[in-house]
């Protein structure tokens, strides 16, 4: 069964010093990985998603997420944290079994961004 | 940008009463999902749905719960009688042709007294 597992339920960072939101997969096969983002009282955002193309992937607002599979991780990063990125982050696997691709959600980590 | 939209945004209703929550998604796409999130938990799959029918059904979507697609763009999730644990956050979501892409709406606060 397909899983995931956010290393970390809060995360706080000063603005302008890199973020890491850390999250490991669980998968019988080569997994589908997606980073969405909550802002308060807002609904789920695409920042990202990795497909088995290139491992190092590019999302909105200078997000990224490397794809290491020795390390079954998805790691999402940005260099330099804005006081914008202050908000629920999550870690998502589609589950493709059942061949229309339910996503399992990891706990999600609330990242705190301090002046 | 084309978006999903969701009504109401929040919602009070009595323990045994129906529900109706509405979606609109994305206007092109074909594949349907509804999801919840009870609060201090995980974001958890409830169903999705394809070519008018469910593909598939979570657990926790019993008999209680149904989905239908009335018209051309409305989507929605009826909750014949509501229970106190059904208060949760209730997202729509859509995806086309790349179906594994899933965008989702701002959701409907469902409390339940």
């Known amino acids: 069964a397909q899983s995931v597992t956010q290393l970390d339920s809060h995360v706080s960072v000063s603005e302008g010093t890199p973020v890491l939101l850390r999250c490991n997969y669980s998968s019988s096969y080569s997994p589908s990985l997606f980073w969405y983002v909550q802002h308060p009282n807002k609904g789920l955002q695409l920042l990202l998603k990795?497909?088995?193309?290139?491992?190092l992937v590019k999302g909105i607002n200078g997000f990224e997420a490397e794809f290491k599979k020795s390390e079954t991780s998805f790691h999402l990063t940005k260099p330099s944290a804005h006081m914008s990125d202050a908000a629920e982050y999550f870690c998502?696997?589609?589950?493709?079994?059942?061949?229309?691709?339910?996503?399992?959600f990891g706990a999600g980590t609330r990242l705190a961004v301090h002046p | 940008e084309p978006e999903v939209t969701q009504t109401p945004s929040h919602q009070v209703t009595q323990m045994g009463q129906e529900v109706i929550l509405r979606c609109v998604p994305i206007s092109n796409h074909l594949y349907f999902y509804w999801y919840r999130q009870i609060l201090g938990q995980k974001v958890e799959f409830l169903v999705s749905?394809?070519?008018?029918?469910?593909?598939?059904k979570s657990e926790i979507f019993d008999d209680q719960f149904s989905v239908e697609r009335p018209d051309g763009s409305n989507f929605t999730l009826k909750i014949r009688s509501t229970k106190l644990e059904d208060s949760a956050m209730y997202f729509c979501?859509?995806?086309?042709?790349?179906?594994?892409?899933?965008?989702f709406g701002p959701g409907t606060r469902l409390l339940v007294l």
């Open positions: 979501a859509s995806s086309g042709s790349d179906k594994e892409t899933q965008y």
């Open positions: 749905f394809y070519n008018n029918e469910i593909s598939e």
């Open positions: 998502v696997v589609s589950d493709r079994a059942g061949g229309y691709n339910k996503l399992i």
């Open positions: 990795y497909t088995s193309a290139a491992t």
